[in-house]
């Protein structure tokens, strides 16, 4: 089970962290990521982070957003900066293993069908 929390409303410019807690799962060969999602829009990779502490980001949040992991605490972290209206969305924590260990991160990130678990979801809205 997956349980993202931390979503909210702020002003361009600003700062949220999002935070993602698994729980069932083990912490050795996993991968997480965070998508994001708009209404009428497909799902968007946004950071992936494997059990080894290697990241990936999507071009458009690096540099801005970075992602992190507490092993002891089964959470990944979405730590966002310079938020901008366009990362107004939708914001989902996934998780795999079978596809974590035949793919990078950078592919993973390309496909949501290649996530196995995902959680519900929490708001972002950048004004």
């Known amino acids: 089970q997956l349980m993202e929390s931390g979503g909210g409303s702020v002003q361009a410019g600003g700062s949220l962290r999002l935070s993602c807690k698994a729980s069932g799962f083990p912490s050795s060969n996993i991968c997480m990521a965070w998508f994001r999602q708009v209404p009428g829009q497909e799902r968007e990779g946004v950071a992936a982070i494997d059990s080894v502490g290697s990241t990936d980001y999507s071009d458009s949040v690096k540099g801005r957003f970075t992602i992190s992991g507490d092993n002891a605490q089964n959470t990944v972290y979405l730590n966002m900066d310079s938020l901008k209206p366009e990362d107004t969305a939708m914001y989902y924590c996934?998780?795999?293993?079978?596809?974590?260990?035949?793919?990078?991160?950078?592919?993973?990130?390309?496909?949501?069908?290649?996530?196995?678990?995902w959680g519900r979801g929490t708001q972002v809205t950048v004004s």
């Open positions: 996934a998780a795999d293993f079978a596809y974590c260990a035949l793919y990078d991160l950078h592919s993973l990130l390309e496909r949501d069908d290649r996530w196995s678990y």
